[in-house]
């Protein structure tokens, strides 16, 4: 099967319990209950039926927020995340002002979501855990 990123208009039992598994975090446990909206979309990755990423995008005109970012992480460092962010971007070629809220997820010390988003070009900002993407 191919791995696929989707735009998710509703969840299904599935999808419901696979998003479980992927924001695992307390700090997440607000999004698998926040509403899917035209200004408040969900995005995932799926393989083999089985979601093994998300995230959340508010809409605002011509600025968009990512947040609730995750790639499950027996998932991790195969491309997911990377294949996630670009078709994201790509879905709204309106937008001219990304931001991204890092929930900093730290592997042996090293904070992953801080290298994954400078990878794709956003920038840190003076305020905490916030980084920005002028197209």
């Keep these: 099967m191919k791995l696929t990123i989707e735009k998710l208009t509703q969840l299904s039992a599935q999808d419901r319990i696979d998003l479980g598994k992927i924001w695992q975090e307390p700090c997440y446990q607000h999004a698998l209950t926040t509403e899917i909206t035209e200004d408040n979309t969900l995005f995932v990755a799926r393989f083999n039926e089985r979601l093994l990423a998300a995230c959340r995008i508010q809409l605002s005109g011509n600025k968009a927020i990512i947040t609730d970012f995750m790639v499950r992480e027996v998932t ?60």
């Design 76 to 135: 991790r460092r195969r491309g997911v995340g990377h294949y996630l962010l670009t078709q994201c971007l790509s879905a709204y070629p309106d937008i001219t002002h990304w931001q991204a809220i890092s929930l900093s997820a730290e592997e042996n010390g090293y904070d992953v979501a801080h290298a994954f988003l400078t990878h794709h070009q956003f920038n840190p900002s003076p305020q905490s855990d916030l980084y920005v993407l002028n197209i």
